[in-house]
């Protein structure tokens, strides 16, 4: 078992605070760390550090990066670089404090970006969480292939509080340290506690450690045992140092004062390191842990005591109640000072049954030593590993190519136009319409060949119409959203749809079947297309040029069409020349959505013009937009959402949306079109098998025999809504693929007759 376990697991990612941050989580995934180093020396692990004070801390080589708290575009960049790091799984250790965003929601952002199975140790696990640490765990519990909690009652409260599968969620006990059991008497000279009998407390300082009961306590112990010495060992909270300074301190000395015990509570302000916590935990007598939190699930100073055989008394808060049940330990009420101090001196009186409870404790706490906690960890990562299932797409669609087929775009349309959103397959009537989608649909019906007269004459008019009833003649601009009720949401759309809207007239103008479609787009062409000139957008720029190109196809005397292709790619190629490296041949310095949409219309604008330079450059740039669209398989991978905005920036994986399969595939019939290098038939071709399951998670995006589409590709699966947009993208790429292979084909068989 243990040799299968070795041979699965070679490569973690685990995600915590790590030392030198001072705080108990820090310590927890340092020590995970070094146990799982020392049981299985050739298993790499990449630590990911959570950083509260960026700069502030001197990691140690283990650190393999860290995540600024608050900085929630490095939990996006941390997922891509564990994504390629070759890790297996990613090991989280989660605790709401630690990570940035309303209730740590940032850490949702890394790992919903990453393909990696994930197991998540829980430190806490509320009964009662707000709405929002609700939506966390919630996230988490979705996420996770496993869940560790440290007790029994954690379990418990998943499954009844958050709906979890119990069978995902296993129970691992907090790790403690292998030490022999000792005589505390060897341990006292180093301290100087010769001749005392010490009660210890460890662990950050904060009001919600009740360190107040046992100093309250404090009287009736040393009137019984003089020789008695409370000893409070950790700095403060460094969150609470932040905030008041050392005004909790203060307040216990304070208190100490107050009840003339000054010479029997000592404090040890400190961080103390590793073996040092271990030597001053094994020359105490009795460790007390006075929580005053009943819920608290996780309390590592404690299972630290059990670890080395203390003997302990402490409230019973839930970790308190388990690993001290059946006689491990004591157990008396919050805030009940007079029975910490009876407690405390009934058993600093008695040696024997003193010894007794160590021997008690520390036989459990064999059970919880860091090798077990590593092996049981490592063995439930390897089944995770083992049982990832078998993409879908390897039994899906596979590489046959679809017929166009409008019955998902009938399904989200009605007598006003195409519905934008969808939850699931099912319209969703509260987003309304767009001008965006009704202008791709009333391209689209002219695109399909195999389509009844009828029905496309029906579509035809409604898309139409929605365009028309778009224009603002005040504004001179179209407007784009469109409520359920038909009201509109503005007064002008943005430029983009402006520029789409003047797209989809020019493509209707030259490819409509029936001659009153071309008439009426050729008018209102004529009656929209100078807003085109006011564009600034580069996309929307390349939009109106796609349309001014098929325009001058339609009427080659266009005065406007010309003027709209005489004035941008000029202005395009000054943008390559401003902003173009070696490495970066783009007209940008960002990736955006619709990206081959920019060197389509250059190649389109070059063919109308008869200018080989605008052709050079829609070639060159569509070379490499294509490479940066290329997964490490091979396979398409379009830009992801998340790469959006980042200035001369490698492209991130996810989320990938159908629209950049399709404006490639368009870009690609463009570029043979120019060239007749066939090579622009694979490399669509390549494109398009992203929707039948050629990516990066071998999912196909088409939903199969009833012409939809879903929404994206997400780095855990797809995002199974069916919108307007990702449809219209299928069903276009569809069209547009056909088009280029029955090409592609023609061209073969001319050489062939030519041979």
Known sequence: ????????????????????????????????????????????????????????????????????????????????????????????????????????????????????????????????????????????????????????????????????????????????????????????????WEGRKVVLTFGLLAPGKGIETVIEAMPQIVAQHPDALYVVLGATHPNLVAHEGEKYRDSLKALVRAKAVEESVSFIDAFVEYDELIDYLQAADLYVTPYLNPAQITSGTLSYAVGVGKAVISTPYVHATEILADGHGVLVDFRDSVAFGREISRLLGDDEGRARLSERAYARGRTMIWPRLAERAVAEIAAIISSRPERLGKSGLGGKRLAPDISAVERMSDQTGMFQHAIYSVPDRRHGYCIDDNARALMLMSAVDELAPPVRDRWMTIYASFVQYAWNPDRRRFRNFMNFDRTWCEEEGSEDSNGRALWALGVTARDARERKHRDWASALFADTASLAFALGSPRAQAFAMLGAAAMLEASPGNQLARAILERFPDEHLALLDRVKRPDWQWFEIVLAYDNARLPEAMIRAGLALGRDDLIACGIETLEWIVAMQTGPGGHFRAIGTESFGRAYADPLPFDQQPLEAQATIDACCAAYDATRDTKWIAEGERAYRWFLGGNDLDLPLASGPDGGCFDGLMPTGLNRNQGAESILALQLASCTISRLSKSGVAVAGEGRAVA
């Open 1 to 192: 078992m243990e040799r299968r376990v070795q041979s699965l697991v070679n490569h973690i990612a685990l995600i915590g605070n790590f030392l030198p941050r001072k705080c108990g989580l820090a310590t927890y995934t340092t020590d995970t760390y070094a146990a799982l180093r020392d049981r299985f020396p050739d298993l790499r692990v990449d630590v990911y550090a959570m950083d509260d004070h960026p700069g502030q801390y001197d990691y140690p080589p283990a650190v393999t990066g860290t995540i600024p708290e608050q900085d929630r575009a490095a939990y996006i960049e941390t997922a891509r670089r564990i994504e390629q790091s070759g890790v297996q799984a990613i090991w989280l250790q989660h605790e709401y404090g630690i990570f940035g965003g309303v209730a740590g929601e940032h850490i949702l952002a890394l790992l919903d970006r990453t393909t990696l199975p994930l197991i998540v140790t829980l430190h806490t696990v509320l009964e009662k969480p707000d709405e929002h640490q609700r939506t966390v765990m919630e996230g988490l519990l979705r996420r996770a292939a496993r869940v560790i909690v440290m007790v029994d009652r954690g379990r418990e409260i998943l499954r009844r509080v958050y709906g979890a599968d119990p069978r995902i969620v296993v129970t691992i006990p907090h790790g403690v340290p292998d030490r022999a059991l000792a005589d505390p008497a060897v341990f006292k000279p180093r301290f100087g």
